[in-house]
């Protein structure tokens, strides 16, 4: 499960969306 975090946050970084990019920022600390 972890890792499936990791890869959507790292796709997020490459290409962070206008929702998701919000959603990311606090998970990136998390």
Do not use: E, Y
């Not at 499960?1 to 998970?27: C, N, Q």
Request: cysteine-free; hydrophobic content about 45%; glycine content about 4%.
């Amino acid at each position: 499960m972890a890792h499936v975090f990791l890869t959507h946050i790292k796709s997020s970084i490459r290409k962070p969306p206008s929702g998701t990019a919000m959603l990311d920022l606090p998970v990136l600390p998390f």
